[in-house]
């Protein structure tokens, strides 16, 4: 059966220093990312497009979601499949190309997840990332390849 679930993310562009949008330096990049109950997030530019490096910006809130959604699809399947789960890292890597009029696009991502395994089967594990990459929501929601490159430890003990 299918189900829906309804999100809300509200973006505040807070970048304006007294001349808005007047000259592409005029502005800056910087926007507060929040949804009600939480912390905002403090975000802008990649530094590349003018913004500030201190805060997310776009493309890595992107590759987090990619990341953090393999992550919860994989401890799913790890669990249905009887595999225990003790640690979990990632240090994912992205392309995005931008076009001479400033378009682009993401080319691909890499994930490379760190699992630590302390019980269950290591063969199993290793081929979990792929149910975890067919079930993973923002994945299935994405126009671009996202790979992965896993590392299987087990847990000492």
């Known amino acids: 059966m299918r189900s829906e679930h309804d ?16 000259g592409p330096r005029a502005f800056g990049r910087d926007a507060l990312v929040s949804t009600p109950g939480r912390n905002p997030i403090a975000a802008s ?16 809130l992107l ?6 959604c393999h992550l919860l699809s994989y401890l799913y399947a790890a669990t249905r499949a009887g595999v225990v789960v003790e640690a979990y890292e990632d240090a994912a890597t992205g392309v995005l ?14 994930l490379h997840p760190v699992v630590t395994i302390s019980a269950g089967d290591p063969t199993v594990a290793s081929a979990l990332h792929e149910e975890a990459g067919r079930l993973c929501f923002i994945r299935n929601s994405v126009a ?14």
Not at 45 to 60: I, K, L, T, V, Y
Not at 144 to 157: I, K, M, S, Y
């Open 7 to 22: 999100f809300t993310v509200s973006v505040e562009w807070t970048g304006n220093r007294g001349s808005g949008t007047s």
């Open 45 to 60: 530019a990649a530094r590349a497009f003018h913004g500030d490096a201190d805060r997310w910006n776009p493309e890595e």
């Open 63 to 68: 590759m987090a979601a990619l990341s953090e």
């Open 97 to 110: 190309e931008v076009d001479d009029d400033g378009a682009g696009r993401f080319r691909e991502v890499t």
């Open 144 to 157: 671009f390849p996202v790979h992965h490159e896993p590392e299987l430890r087990l847990a000492d003990g």
